[in-house]
Each structure stands twice: as C-alpha cells, then as structure tokens.
C-alpha cells in the first residue's frame, strides 16, 4: 500500500519510527450511513522522531501516539483524527480498493 501520509508537494515523510496500527470504522456523528475509517496507533514499536526540525514542523500529519487516533491538522490549524471515506475519497484508487477489502471483510463494518 502507498505511504498514506508522505508530504507530496516536498516528497518528504515528516516521521521515522515503527508501529502496529489499526483501522477502525469512525463513530464520528458527521460519517454516519458512510464507510469512514481512522487509524490507530496501537503500538510503537521504535520512537517516533521528526525528520525535519521538531520546532518548526507546521506539517499535516502531528507526531502519532501510542493508544490514540492517528490526527491531521487542516490548513487553518485545526486538529481531528485522520479520516479516510472508502467510497468516497479517491474511490479509483488502490489505497480505497484495498480498504475496501478489509473492510467488507471485517467482523465489525
């Protein structure tokens, strides 16, 4: 699967470090009657640092944390957890095809 998080327009990728994740459905009111999933940061396997410098880093993607939702802040500064709509964001895509699969395959859609 393609690096979901890679900053395009620089070709750069803001965190180094190692983790198990999970893709959860969102219980979010504003996905309801969609196929909304989040990522989870289950465990940190490696610390996660920032490849560029820590202190100016104004990026999308905020460091990931053990037991939280991976989050994302938008261009005004506001922060929420990352949200990927199967159906709907890039539907074409690998990345949504591939979602697609675990999720009609999962116990708990």
């Not at 180094?16 to 996905?31: D, M």
């Not at 202190?55 to 939702?69: D, I, K, M």
């Amino acid at each position: 699967m393609p690096n979901l998080f890679a900053v395009s327009r620089n070709r750069y990728f803001p965190w180094t470090g190692s983790a198990v994740a999970r893709f959860e459905p969102s219980v979010l009111p504003e996905h309801a009657g969609r196929r909304v999933i989040h990522m989870r940061i289950v465990e940190i396997l490696e610390p996660v640092a920032c490849t560029v410098d820590a202190a100016n880093y104004t990026g999308r993607v905020l460091q990931p944390q053990e037991g939280q939702l991976l989050t994302i802040q938008n261009p005004s500064g506001i922060s929420g957890p990352w949200a990927y709509d199967i159906d709907n964001d890039r539907p074409t895509s690998k990345v949504a095809a591939s979602l697609r699969v675990l999720w009609d395959n999962s116990p708990t859609p």
